[in-house]
């Protein structure tokens, strides 16, 4: 499985994405700026969004994402465009309610038209499986203020976890000791240590109390962990408080990075 990383970091500044990865050119772990990262013809080769929560900086790019389906459209594709968006019952409701609500943005569930959308949301459930594309997805419930799950990725016998947004969480650590070829984990690291405070109150984490939480996942240092959603503003403090902690093949992502898994 290929991962490029479109946005991983949890602030928007110039040089700085918002968090998006896309998986083997058709799956998009979150949309924080696939339509910044790719251009039209990748952009219209996305299929499926697994989306993690409905924080803006999670779901921004899907309002573009499916504009700029139009754009493609009056370049004389007439191709079929669907993106089928999986997320939790109470995320999709909430994309219906307050995004694609005809105020904030139109309904593009309704667009062309009911029969033929460019976005469908589909109900995912904690820990029932699903494959798109050739690749076997799970959610896992993680710990944050809104509801929100990681995903487990499995593509051909290979998996990936991605933590999403969270504070100090279980489930996820129990589900990845339990892979038989676990190839990567991207997870959340946001804040300083000093903003612990502020990790706590928002659910995510500083490179101390990740730490704790990566005493549960019995693979560390040998198996990758990559960090995500850092906020730009702080990069250089976490950068050090990182590399203090000394431990093997425990790194921040960049937006270069594409992992071959
Ligand atoms: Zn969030
Ligand atoms: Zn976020």
Known sequence: MRVKVLGCYGGQLIGFRLTSFLINDSIL??????????????????????LSHTHLDHIKDIALLADNR?????????????????????????????????????????????????????DIHPEQPFEID????????????????GFLIDAHGKQLIYTADTGCTDRIWEIANAQPNLRAVI????????YQWLADKSGHQTPAAMMR????????????????HMKPESLNIMTAEIEALDVPHLRMLTQVDELLL
């Open 29 to 50: 772990l979150d949309a924080g700026s696939p339509a910044e990262g790719l251009s039209l013809d990748e952009q219209y080769a996305i299929r499926h969004i697994c």
């Open 70 to 122: 139009a754009l493609r459209c009056m370049g004389g594709d007439m191709s079929n465009s669907m993106i089928t968006i999986h997320s939790l019952p109470e995320n999709n409701a909430v994309l219906r309610r307050h995004f694609l609500n005809e105020h904030i943005w139109p309904d593009f569930t309704r667009i062309p038209s009911p029969e033929d959308p460019t976005l469908r949301l589909h």
């Open 134 to 149: 050739g690749v076997t997805v799970t959610a896992i419930p993680v710990n944050h203020p809104v509801p929100c799950t």
């Open 187 to 194: 997870m959340d690291c946001s804040f300083p240590n000093e």
């Open 213 to 228: 939480d990566l005493k549960k996942f019995d693979a560390l240092g040998r198996v990758p962990v990559y960090l995500y």
